[in-house]
């Protein structure tokens, strides 16, 4: 069970400090957004390269962009350790998801609330993780979408008939209110943005939202 707290809800002026906070997950989740595949703007690479130097877990990079065929890669390059990029984007993915393990990253397919999972089985065996989107993606702070955690159980049914370590994550509204019905579901990586930021202690935050997902490991 891994958490992985969304820099998103951070304070964007006092990012090096917002990691240090967050030392004790197991991952930085970082969006990065164009205004084109979602309305909204976020960081691109140079920032995501400044992060990786001083972080002190890995990070994992969220793609909501357009073209990833073409701008996924180099995030992988620069060293982050998990790349993530839509489906909904994607023109070749298995080209798209060999070259990010090329460069040494984990793998990762995401999926928005609309996207059926089983048109994209045939992929996990190029992916290291699948992302189940529980809110339509593009800003923070979104209510929870419960009736996503039929999809994250499906994911979960196929990465075991397939085998491998494949990790099922999920992104958006995760919170102590609602990370334990994700696990039960079958989610193993757990993004949590506000619920961390907003808390007035993110290490505890991140211990309590761990222990709740443990509790309840599928």
Same mark, same amino acid.
């Given at each position: 069970?891994?958490?992985?707290?969304?820099?998103?809800?951070?304070?964007?002026?006092?990012?090096?400090?917002?990691?240090?906070?967050?030392?004790?997950?197991?991952?930085?989740?970082?969006?990065?957004?164009?205004?084109?595949?979602?309305?909204?703007?976020?960081?691109?690479?140079?920032?995501?390269?400044?992060?990786?130097?001083?972080?002190?877990?890995?990070?994992?990079?969220?793609?909501?962009?357009?073209?990833?065929?073409?701008?996924?890669?180099?995030?992988?390059?620069?060293?982050?350790?998990? !790349?993530?990029?839509?489906?909904?984007?994607? /023109?070749?993915?298995?080209?798209?998801?060999?070259?990010?393990? &090329?460069?040494?990253?984990? &793998?990762?397919?995401?999926? /928005?609330?609309?996207?059926?999972?089983?048109?994209?089985?045939?992929?996990?065996?190029?992916?290291?993780?699948?992302?189940?989107?529980?809110?339509?993606?593009?800003?923070?702070?979104?209510?929870?979408?419960?009736?996503?955690?039929?999809?994250?159980?499906?994911?979960?049914?196929?990465?075991?008939?397939?085998?491998?370590?494949?990790?099922?994550? !999920?992104?958006?509204?995760?919170?102590?209110?609602?990370?334990?019905?994700?696990?039960?579901?079958?989610?193993?990586?757990? !993004?949590?943005?506000?619920?961390?930021?907003?808390?007035?202690?993110?290490?505890?935050?991140?211990?309590?939202?761990?222990?709740?997902?443990?509790?309840?490991?599928?």
């Amino acid at each position: 069970m891994q958490i992985s707290p969304s820099i998103l809800s951070a304070d964007f002026a006092n990012l090096q400090s917002e990691l240090q906070a967050i030392a004790t997950a197991d991952w930085a989740h970082v969006d990065v957004m164009d205004a084109h595949f979602v309305p909204n703007l976020t960081l691109g690479l140079p920032i995501v390269e400044s992060l990786l130097r001083v972080s002190p877990i890995p990070i994992d990079c969220h793609l909501m962009i357009e073209d990833p065929d073409r701008w996924a890669p180099p995030y992988a390059e620069a060293g982050a350790q998990s !790349v993530t990029f839509h489906i909904e984007a994607a /023109k070749d993915p298995v080209t798209l998801a060999r070259g990010i393990r &090329a460069q040494g990253a984990r &793998a990762s397919m995401a999926i /928005k609330p609309g996207t059926p999972f089983a048109p994209y089985e045939e992929l996990l065996p190029e992916l290291d993780m699948v992302l189940v989107m529980t809110v339509e993606p593009g800003f923070g702070g979104q209510s929870f979408m419960a009736d996503q955690m039929p999809k994250v159980a499906q994911v979960r049914e196929a990465v075991k008939r397939h085998g491998g370590d494949i990790w099922v994550q !999920v992104d958006g509204g995760v919170s102590a209110r609602t990370i334990e019905q994700c696990a039960e579901a079958g989610a193993d990586v757990f !993004v949590a943005g506000s619920a961390v930021y907003g808390a007035e202690s993110a290490a505890a935050a991140v211990e309590e939202l761990r222990a709740l997902a443990q509790g309840h490991a599928h």
